[in-house]
């Protein structure tokens, strides 16, 4: 009986000495503040906890002798301690903050980019359509920001001081010769891209790095979706437009397609307006996408969209009639060679077709033809933790004719680029990218410089510096009453960019300056690269979701000083398409499965030979009610208020306003078939 209670105690004393438990606590800071959400544990068992909202933490173990304690946190050093687990009780554990590698740097300045995984400012579809009064138009959507410029009786897009087509577009890291449909003079046009099209859209102001070229002002990069990996289909209509469209999906490539028919004619029967149109205004056009993920490093992409717009119009005592065919195709392939290098090869193809009756007189008939092929080649290499390079070659073949009662042309030529772009983290916080482009245009060579020097304290704040030499061709009716001898334009760009990030605001400030030389300028009827200007001004931008819950408001600000002489400009002054100042305040709330949506803009005058404009001003409202998981109905109404706005005023002092103080949209989103909710599946 001895004998049986002394196994007794003995298997008892074993249990206890099995089960013991060790409580281990103690708090993580930064060195300053407590890390509330870190994770603490012992390395390879499954004890361990998060700190708390001071840094605090305890858990037990279960653990005997010497263990390894890790702790982790994002963005931080992994800390680790061994030490007998008797000793973990009360410790202090000071992490070091992680010193991000190259790769891992995005550096904002004078960008916006939407839908490419940024968790704070993002831009979908459904964005797009529901910004302001865009009516699902990507450039009436970034006229929300700063720096864009109000021209109304075109609606492109004009930046910081400079002319519309000093921003130009590419899709797929592949250049787009005419990114916007066709209209009768003093109407706003529409970018031709369906929004549903793209899971990226980067909008810079200027700055940009040495791969995009040919662009004096900024540039409009966009990034096609990936491979599907389900079916989706959807249609939509309104009062001026219907659509069907979607997405056919494979084992590891996917087929989409996309159909529209855009008409004025309904509406125009539904409305009164100021102009005659003979036939109201019309756009036929189709989109297919096909991609193909050869392996998770080797990817292809292709596209192709096809326009047909037309229109007419009484003015003047002449029909005036419009058509345009606009072609629009790229194929691009991205893949990796292995030793950290990335291969990228593309080539895109435009051609626009545009014929005028009764163009300026009538019975005349104007035809202009318009051709680009872009070749592209581009090696990436990570090279370390602290250093990124890449380099490339490009090759722009362009020809374009012109038929006309007073003249003709017929133009051809071809720019070769190359660029070498290196980006460099100095030392923790500091970075540095420096690159260079250089351009060759009919025997002529240019080199264009240009940098940004980037700080990053912390998570929330960011200052950046930008300067930088860029070119761009004058436009072919230009080059051709030049007898060719027109060089290229630059434009110097110098930005101090300030942001502050965080989970509820951005702010960002930019002053800028540019600075214009070989402008084409009218002289003795030829024109001569002597034209030159400046431009300088801040742009604001504030977005908040911290004053009300579910509530979204946004402010963006622009001042602009401008002066050119060019074209045919007989003295130095301030551009027509310029207003001085620019501000527009948004509000976006939510209230169930309605979101409601107010903007206000306003612009300063605009200055001409024959008066200055009034400043222009429209509050627009919009309102999108998510009537099932599979449809979307969405409203918008246009300047309210009913204001007479004077875009510009004609050579006799005309004012230029307006077909229609308000516009009504109503439209309908549906999905035929989709795995997601709330998703436009058009595309």
Not at 152 to 166: A, F, P
Not at 246 to 267: P, Q
Request: aromatic letters at 10%; a neutral charge.
């Amino acid at each position: 009986m001895k004998h049986r209670i002394a196994h007794i105690i003995l298997l008892l004393t074993a249990v206890c000495r099995l089960t013991a438990q060790t409580v281990v606590t103690g708090i993580v800071s930064d060195g300053k503040e407590p890390l509330a959400g870190a994770n603490v544990f012992i390395l390879g068992t499954i004890d361990g906890c998060l700190t708390d909202s001071v840094g605090r933490f305890s858990f037990t173990t279960s653990c005997t002798g010497e263990v390894t304690l890790m702790a982790s946190f994002v963005g931080f050093e992994d800390y680790t301690l061994a030490a007998d687990v008797s000793q973990l009780t009360n410790i202090i554990i000071c992490m070091h903050e992680r010193t991000a590698t190259i790769s891992e740097v995005v550096v904002s300045a004078s960008t916006f980019s939407f839908g490419k995984g940024d968790s704070f400012k993002t831009m979908d579809a459904l964005d797009v359509v529901m910004a302001g009064n865009s009516c699902g138009d990507i450039v009436a959507a970034l006229q929300t920001l700063p720096g864009t410029q109000m021209v109304g009786e075109n609606g492109k897009l004009y930046v910081r001081g400079g002319e519309s087509n000093e921003c130009q577009t590419f899709v797929n890291g592949m250049h787009v010769l005419v990114p916007y449909t066709t209209n009768t003079e003093n109407s706003a046009v529409r970018g031709r891209f369906s929004p549903f099209l793209f899971k990226g859209i980067n909008f810079s102001l200027g700055g940009y790095g040495g791969e995009y070229g040919q662009a004096l002002s900024s540039v409009l990069p966009m990034e096609t979706t990936d491979a599907a990996t389900s079916d989706k289909y959807g249609v939509s209509a309104s009062l001026v437009d219907w659509n069907i469209g979607g997405t056919k999906a494979y084992s590891s490539s996917s087929l989409s397609f996309n159909a529209a028919l855009t008409s004025m004619g309904l509406y125009d029967r539904m409305f009164t307006e100021r102009l005659d149109f003979s036939r109201p205004y019309r756009k036929l056009s189709g989109e297919a996408q096909y991609k193909k993920e050869f392996s998770t490093t080797s990817i292809l992409k292709s596209y192709v969209g096809y326009d047909l717009t037309s229109v007419g119009l009484r003015t003047d005592g002449r029909n005036l009639s419009l058509k345009e065919h606009n072609v629009y195709a790229n194929v691009t392939h991205k893949a990796a060679l292995g030793s950290g290098y990335t291969l990228f090869t593309g080539i895109a193809c435009s051609s626009v077709f545009n014929d005028i009756d009764d163009a300026l007189t009538a019975g005349d008939h104007y035809h202009n033809f318009r051709n680009e092929v872009h070749l592209k080649a581009e090696v990436r290499k990570v090279c370390s933790d602290v250093l990124k390079m890449s380099a490339g070659i490009e090759d722009y073949q362009r020809n374009s004719s012109l038929r006309y009662d007073t003249g003709h042309y017929q133009l051809d030529y071809n720019l070769l680029a190359a660029h070498i772009d290196a980006q460099w983290r100095v030392v923790p916080r500091l970075f540095l990218n420096l690159s260079a482009r250089s351009e060759r245009l009919t025997g002529n060579l240019l080199l264009m410089p240009r940098a940004t020097l980037s700080y990053i304290p912390n998570k929330h704040l960011q200052f950046s510096l930008v300067a930088g030499r860029y070119s761009q061709t004058a436009e072919d009716d230009y080059l051709a009453q030049s007898r060719n001898i027109l060089s290229q334009s630059t434009a110097d760009h110098a930005i101090l960019s300030m942001q502050y990030k965080s989970t509820a605001t951005l702010l960002r400030i930019e002053p800028y300056w540019k600075k214009y030389h070989r402008l084409p300028l009218l002289e003795n009827g030829l024109y001569e690269p002597h034209g030159y200007g400046s431009s300088r001004g801040v742009d604001i931008f504030l977005e908040d979701h911290s004053l009300v819950r579910n509530l979204t408001t946004t402010l963006s600000y622009s001042f602009n000083d401008s002066k050119r002489l060019y074209l045919d400009y007989t003295g130095e002054h301030t551009p027509d398409f310029v207003s001085r100042h620019n501000w527009r305040l948004t509000a976006k709330y939510a209230i169930g499965k309605t979101i409601i949506g107010l903007a206000e803009s306003y612009a300063s005058g605009r200055h001409f030979p024959n008066g200055t404009t009034p400043h222009y001003n429209s509050i627009d409202v919009n309102l999108t009610y998510l009537l099932s998981p599979k449809v979307i109905v969405y409203t918008s109404l246009s300047n309210i208020l009913g204001r007479t706005n004077i875009f510009r005023y004609d050579s006799d002092g005309s004012p230029v306003v307006s077909s229609r103080d308000r516009f009504l949209y109503i439209g309908i989103f549906v999905s035929l078939k989709n795995n997601k909710a709330y998703d436009i599946s058009n595309f």
